[in-house]
């Protein structure tokens, strides 16, 4: 297997947190991880991390930043060239085929790779972001901390191609087609990298 080159999409969000997770997770083994900002600094990578943050607010930089041939277009492009993707909150919102509870302001279009409906900020505001014990399939039975942060909820999976590894409450919190991994919650703040090991080895 080609050793995996990670990049972190840096326009928004917490994507400096994802850097250490995915150092944490190669036990520092020395493969390269990149932040992404621009098409070019997309080329070389392997495995893209799309992380939490404001999916209107990244969604509105990756069509804007350049204007011809955007970023959008790029991830797209690569991702039918095989690079895998690990959407993380906003991310997964990001990734999906459909969205509900659009801002009335700025409603923005999935990029479609993993073919779930998504409603944002789901759960409720930020007050009622919370922390909860998951079991994940095929995981090892430690528990994986779960941390909610005005997340959104995949509230349906619309096709069989899709796992789905982990639930709360019957909702889908973490699932994955042949090559998008797309989480609702934050395994990037946890000390525990079973996650972000699980997706390199995509
Ligand atoms: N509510 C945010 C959104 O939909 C996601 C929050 C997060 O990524 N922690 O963009």
Redesign the pocket.
Known sequence: MQEPIVGVLALQ?DFREHVLAVRRAMNDLNYPVTLVKTKKDIEPITHLII????????SKLSIVHQSEENLRKKIIQKHSEGMKIFG????V?LLSTEIERQSENDPFEGLGLIDISTA??AYGRQIDSFEVKLRIKDFNPKDFHGVF????QIISVNSPDIEVLSTHRDVTILARNESVLACTF?PELTEDSRIHKYFLSM
């Open positions: 969000g992380p939490g943050g404001e999916s209107t607010v990244m993380v909150c906003a991310g919102v944002r900020n942060i005005r997340a959104p934050h």
